[in-house]
């Protein structure tokens, strides 16, 4: 079993997210593998911006929310087929519908807790993951599209929450291994508390998803496909030589995310330390060098 988390570039638009379906495709053909994918890279933050502008009584929510929408739908109509676009175009603007009435609602009451920010930076998640799996559906690739809310339970620290790994492990161990499914499809960010409301692991948090997955599932390796080849000796936006780093343990890359190398959200480390699961960073748009 191989743990493959897809950040929020490698599911930005169609062309990416074909990419993607290559690479889970290849992944397949050697093993079974549990996919965890990002929202649509910038998603989150426009999420954000969208709930906060509703909670200060600017009316621009409305247009920022709608932009991000037709994003998504543009995004669908350029990777299925045109016979079987509907049913997913209908599943994102139901979902979009939910955003704006909850929006409408902080709007109204000019209030946005933590609680219901998560709420809506949750849609995120659920849209780029429902989205691939109509894609793979479309492609008959088999697979179990799973809410993570339902497997990874957290403390009610929402925004940044903590996972109780008892309960968690035992549900992504019985959801993963009940039927007989090669492929699983996991939003990544997202949990929820012990009475079923959603929180988020904090920004970043996809990664540690995949990790949370891969310990309880008893995978071997964990690849993180992004848009760089590996962790590097610095930020390759601010240091045009930085390099990848070939071979690197546990305790360095924990120091080195931890001082800002966002390749890897911090948390991720402990759970894979603890089963001594290999991490790989990887590039999905250059996936033949790897
Ligand atoms: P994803 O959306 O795939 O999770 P992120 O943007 O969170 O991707 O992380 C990848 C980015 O991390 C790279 O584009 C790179 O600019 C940045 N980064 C910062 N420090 C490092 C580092 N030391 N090594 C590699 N990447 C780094
Ligand atoms: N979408 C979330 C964020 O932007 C989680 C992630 O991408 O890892 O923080
Ligand atoms: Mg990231």
């Known amino acids: ?46 999420l954000i911006d969208t709930v906060k502008s509703a909670s200060l009584r600017d009316e621009s929510f409305k247009t920022k929310l709608s932009a991000l929408e037709k994003r998504h739908l543009q995004v669908v109509k350029e990777l299925m087929p045109v016979d079987q676009q509907s049913s997913t175009l209908s599943l994102v603007k139901r979902h979009f519908n939910e955003i704006e009435n909850i929006c409408e609602g902080v709007f109204l009451l000019q209030e946005l807790s933590p609680r219901t920010l998560d ?11 429902l989205i691939l799996s109509a ?11 799973m809410d993570s809310r339902e497997v990874i339970t957290t403390n009610s620290n ?28 996991f939003p990544g ?7 079923k409301v959603t929180t988020t692991l904090g920004r970043g948090g996809s ?16 690849e ?8 590097m000796t610095a930020d390759p936006r601010l240091v045009s030589n930085a390099k990848v780093i070939p071979n690197i343990s546990y305790s360095e890359a924990m120091e080195l995310s931890h001082f800002g190398a966002k390749v890897i959200y911090p948390p991720t480390i402990q759970p894979v330390m603890e089963k001594n699961i290999h991490i790989l960073v ?9």
């Open 158 to 185: 929402f925004g940044n929450a903590a996972v109780d790994f008892d309960i968690t492990n035992k549900s992504v161990k019985k959801c993963v291994t009940d039927g007989n499914k090669k492929l699983f499809l």
């Open 135 to 145: 894609k793979l559906t479309s492609l008959k690739m088999t697979h179990q599209w």
């Open 1 to 46: 079993m191989r743990v493959l988390k897809f950040g929020g570039t490698s599911v930005a638009n169609a062309e990416n997210m074909n990419k993607v379906v290559a690479i889970v495709k290849r992944a397949l053909s050697e093993d079974s593998a549990i996919v965890v994918v990002s929202a649509l890279g910038g998603t989150t933050d426009v």
């Open 119 to 129: 709420n809506v930076v949750a849609y995120g998640e659920l849209l780029s993951s």
């Open 207 to 222: 990664d540690y998803t995949a990790a949370i997955i891969a310990a309880a599932t008893g995978a071997k390796v964990l």
């Open 282 to 290: 990887k590039n999905t748009f250059a996936p033949a060098d790897e």
């Open 224 to 231: 993180i496909w992004t848009d760089v080849s590996g962790m």
């Open 189 to 195: 960010f997202i949990s929820s508390d012990a009475n």
